[in-house]
């Protein structure tokens, strides 16, 4: 089915006529949450998503009470936009990890409401492998319960296509929403490094899931000659025009961040610099703004 045809205007979340710059601490891994604040706003980013996954340091589970009125000083102090918190929820046909799950998307909550003012901070999640046909209703019904728990504390759920998952594109996503009437704390992220070389097309998907988007993660793919892909840095091989992507998405309505996310395949390599990427990203992704006429904030 094509939904492109449902495709609305999407009214801008406030008067704002800009989109932030961010980056996604997921790939500074090693550092502190306190540490990594003061390095982004010295960069020059306007934004930052926390990753609140288990294991990582802003994981809810790590972040004392003290932590919390700490980093929210900083983040104030360096008036960086806390955009978003990434955190790892997958559906399971194991009723246990579901609950467990449901308490992991209640703790984000409360991490987003003890860190940030910002109503348009949203929590993240990809929903796992699989055959889509297969857990599709599976993806509904979890969905639907955490939306029960994040509508509590008012907080947008994203949920993220993922490539080779059991949601792969914006359209299964729409259909996940569909199921459960189109509530309005339930939003996607859109990512085209997980759509390119799949067939599917930069502006088409745009079009499509831009309405409905709620934050956006960007990073680079390149095919693998033995086969298979590989993510790289934002804005490192040309693969993906990000000055169009920021003019389409402006264009579309959209007035959230765009984040530089780090994949795993690279934070995980021997020699890899956090501190690096964090510069290479800002380099490349300011660049890209520039180029695409969209403003950042003052």
Not at 9 to 15: G, I, K, L, V, Y
Not at 19 to 32: H, Q
Not at 70 to 94: A, F, G, N
Not at 215 to 224: E, L, S
């Amino acid at each position: 089915t094509c939904v492109a045809s449902s495709y609305v205007q999407a009214a801008p979340a406030e008067t704002r006529n800009t989109m932030t710059l961010g980056f996604s601490t997921y790939g500074a891994r090693g550092i502190t949450t306190e540490q990594v604040l003061p390095i982004l706003s010295v960069t020059g980013y306007d934004a930052v998503e926390l990753t609140a996954t288990k294991g990582f340091d802003a994981a809810p589970e790590n972040m004392s009470t003290s932590r919390r009125r700490q980093v929210k000083r900083i983040l104030y102090d360096t008036e960086l936009v806390l955009t978003s918190l990434m955190e790892h929820t997958v559906p399971s046909d194991d009723a246990t990890v579901n609950t467990s799950n449901l308490k992991r998307i209640e703790a984000a909550s409360e991490l987003v409401r003890d860190l940030t003012d910002n109503k348009n901070c949203v929590i993240q999640t990809v929903l796992g492998g699989g055959d889509w046909d297969n857990r599709k209703n599976l993806l509904v019904e979890q969905v639907g319960r955490w939306l029960e728990v994040t509508a509590k504390y008012d907080v947008t759920c994203c949920i993220k296509p993922h490539r080779g998952g059991g949601m792969s594109n914006p359209e299964q996503a729409l259909w996940i929403m569909q199921q459960l009437s189109n509530p309005q704390r339930l939003r996607m992220v859109y990512d085209f490094s997980h759509y390119i070389f799949t067939g599917l097309e930069l502006q088409p998907t745009v079009k499509q899931a831009v309405s409905k988007t709620a934050h956006v993660a960007v990073k680079d793919t390149i095919k693998n000659p033995e086969g298979g892909y590989q993510f790289k840095l934002p804005g490192s091989t040309g693969a993906i025009d990000f000055a169009v992507l920021i003019k389409l998405l402006f264009q579309g309505g959209y007035r959230g961040d765009i984040s530089c996310e780090v994949s795993s395949m690279l934070w995980r390599q021997t020699g890899y610099d956090p501190r690096q990427a964090i510069r290479t990203c800002y380099k490349n992704m300011s660049l890209a703004f520039e180029k695409s006429g969209v403003p950042r904030p003052e």
